[in-house]
């Protein structure tokens, strides 16, 4: 089993960052690919970015791109997610996942395809 534990949520100004971290514990997860989604109030879950096992490859929604950047430290057991330029529309529930597949590029957006999740961390961006 692996346990998730997001944090680095808060509130900030648009046009600001924040800095999203995801800690594994229970076993290694230096063999699995990492993703973000995100649950804005009253709407379903998205896809916001993912990264596969090695670090190799990532993807981003195209809401995203640009703006965030996904990352991980197999040694730390920890997968990022660096968030600059943030906009109200960010404004969100985020969730790390993790996945045992060996997938790349849009696959990893699939929620489906992820076995873990964490609790999640509060996003706010004020106008």
């Known amino acids: 089993q692996v346990q998730l534990v997001e944090s680095g949520g808060g509130l900030v100004q648009a046009g600001g960052s924040l800095r999203l971290s995801c800690a594994a514990s229970?076993?290694?997860?230096?063999?699995?690919?990492m993703g973000w989604f995100r649950r804005a109030p009253g709407k379903e879950r998205e896809f916001v970015a993912a990264?596969?096992?090695?670090?190799?490859?990532?993807y981003y929604a195209d809401s995203v791109k640009g703006r965030f950047t996904i990352g991980r430290d197999n040694a730390k057991n920890t997968a990022y997610l660096q968030m600059n330029s943030l906009r109200p529309e960010d404004t969100a529930d985020y969730y790390c996942a993790a996945t045992g597949a060996r997938a790349s590029g849009s696959l990893l957006s699939l929620g489906n395809l992820y076995n873990y999740w964490g609790q999640g961390t509060q996003v706010t961006v004020s106008s």
């Open positions: 990264i596969n096992w090695s670090g190799g490859s990532t």
């Open positions: 229970g076993r290694t997860v230096s063999s699995y690919a």
